[in-house]
C-alpha cells in the first residue's frame, strides 16, 4: 500500500499548467537523510524509506516514489507547491536560466527530453545522491540549528560505514553525489574520510558536487581532503549569507568573515584552473535583505558563475512568530515592502543571479504599474 503519509498529505491544484515538463528529481535524485530517511525534494515533507530498514533499490521502486512520478508524467504535480518551488516559478514566470547549474531542481519542457523512456515509473537506481545523512558544522547558524552540532565518533564510524554501503550499491549507475545539505563536509569525520578512502575509480562517470559554508575550504583542504577527487568536482556551492563582518556574525555564527573572504578568493583562482562551477547563495531574511544588491556586487568580484537566492524557510528552528518575524518575503512581515523596493534594482537582471523562489515575487514587484 501507498506510504499513508503521501496518499494523505495536502494535494495542490496546479490545474496541468505543468503538463508539457518534466521534474526529473524523483526519476534521478535522492536524498539520503540523517535518520536513514529517503527523500527527493527539501520541498516535499515525507519520506519514501529508510534506508537503515531495507536497501535502496528497492525504496527507489516502491509505491510512493512511482505514485510520485505519475503525478510529474501525468502533469498534476499533486505533491509540488509552486511557492516554495525555484523551478516551478521559473516556469510560471517564462523565466528561463541562461545556463543551467544543476539538474535537478529545474523543470524541462518534454519536447526537449530526446529520451522519455528515462523517465519510467520503474527505476533503477537514483543517478545522482545527495548525502544529507551527517548534520555535523562547525557553524550554528540560526536558520538551520539551535546549537553546534557534532557528531560522536561511534555515530560517525556508523555514516561511513553505510555511505561505503551506498555508494558500493550504486554503483556505475550514479553520475553525481552531493555533499552536503545538512552540514558542512570539511566539518564531518565521516564525510571527510569517504573522500579520502573510499576508491572513486569503481565509479568513473561520478561527479562531485560540495555544498559548504567555505570556512573550512582552504588550499591545505583542497591538497589533502579533496587531493583524490580534484578532478571529478563539478560545482561548489558556498553559503555566504552575508556582504560584511557585522552581518556574518549575526546570520553564520561560529564563522570568520575575513577567513571566509580568503577562501572565496582562492576558490575564484581554482576555477580558473579546474573550471568547475562556482556559485555562492544567500538565504534572504530580516537581517541581511539589505545587502542583496551588494551579494550581487560581490559575485561579480568574485567571478562567480552563480548569485543564489532563496527565502528563509522554517525548518523547525524557529517559533511561528520567530519565522514571521525573519521572513520578509511574506506580506504580512514590516519588512516586506523595503524587500520589494530592493527587488526593482536592475542588477538582478544580471545573468548571474538566480533569485530561486524569490522569482515570483521578483516579477510581481517589477510588473506592478
Not at 544529507?132 to 557534532?150: A, E, G, H, Q, Y
Amino acid at each position: 500500500m501507498l506510504n499513508q503519509q503521501l496518499s494523505t498529505k495536502k494535494k495542490f491544484n496546479n490545474s496541468l499548467i505543468f503538463r508539457n515538463y518534466i521534474c526529473p528529481n524523483p526519476f534521478m535524485y535522492a536524498e539520503l537523510q540523517g535518520n536513514g530517511n529517503v527523500s527527493t525534494c527539501c520541498y516535499i515533507s515525507h519520506n519514501f524509506g529508510n534506508t537503515n530498514k531495507e536497501e535502496l533499490a528497492k525504496i527507489w521502486n516502491n509505491e510512493n516514489f512511482q505514485e510520485l512520478r505519475r503525478s510529474i508524467l501525468d502533469g498534476d504535480y499533486s505533491y509540488c507547491d509552486s511557492s516554495k518551488c525555484a523551478a516551478m516559478q521559473a516556469v510560471l514566470e517564462n523565466r528561463k536560466s541562461v545556463k543551467k547549474y544543476q539538474v535537478p531542481y529545474e523543470l524541462i519542457l518534454k519536447n526537449e527530453i530526446h529520451d522519455m523512456v528515462s523517465y519510467a515509473l520503474v527505476q533503477k537506481l537514483p543517478k545522482i545522491i545527495s548525502l544529507d545523512d551527517d548534520p555535523t558544522c562547525n557553524l550554528s547558524c540560526p536558520s538551520c540549528r539551535k546549537s553546534l552540532i557534532v557528531l560522536t565518533k561511534e555515530q560517525s564510524q556508523n555514516k561511513l560505514k553505510k555511505q561505503f554501503e551506498i555508494l558500493e550499491e550504486s554503483g556505475d549507475y550514479l553520475e553525481e553525489l552531493w555533499l552536503c545539505g545538512a552540514g558542512d563536509p570539511f566539518a564531518s569525520d565521516a564525510y571527510k574520510k569517504l573522500l579520502t578512502t573510499f576508491d572513486f575509480t569503481k565509479l568513473p562517470k561520478l561527479k562531485i558536487r560540495i555544498d559548504t559554508n567555505g570556512v573550512l575550504l582552504n588550499k591545505a583542504m583542497w591538497d589533502t581532503t579533496l587531493k583524490k577527487v580534484q578532478n571529478k568536482i563539478n560545482l561548489i556551492a558556498v553559503s555566504v549569507d552575508a556582504t560584511n563582518e557585522n552581518t556574518y556574525s549575526i546570520v553564520r555564527k561560529g564563522g570568520n568573515f575575513n577567513v571566509l573572504l580568503r577562501n572565496l578568493y582562492f576558490l575564484r583562482e581554482l576555477k580558473r584552473e579546474k573550471n568547475f562551477i562556482f556559485l555562492i547563495r544567500m538565504i534572504v531574511q530580516k537581517d541581511n535583505f539589505k545587502e542583496m544588491v551588494d551579494f550581487v556586487k560581490l559575485g561579480q568580484k568574485l567571478q562567480v558563475d552563480y548569485v543564489v537566492f532563496s527565502e528563509i524557510q522554517n525548518w523547525g528552528t524557529f517559533s511561528y512568530d520567530e519565522y514571521i518575524e525573519k521572513a520578509v518575503h511574506l506580506e504580512q512581515n514590516k519588512n516586506f515592502k523595503a524587500l520589494c523596493n530592493i527587488l526593482k534594482s536592475p542588477i538582478f537582471m544580471e545573468p548571474i543571479v538566480n533569485l530561486g523562489n524569490l522569482t515570483t515575487l521578483f516579477h510581481k514587484v517589477n510588473n506592478e504599474k
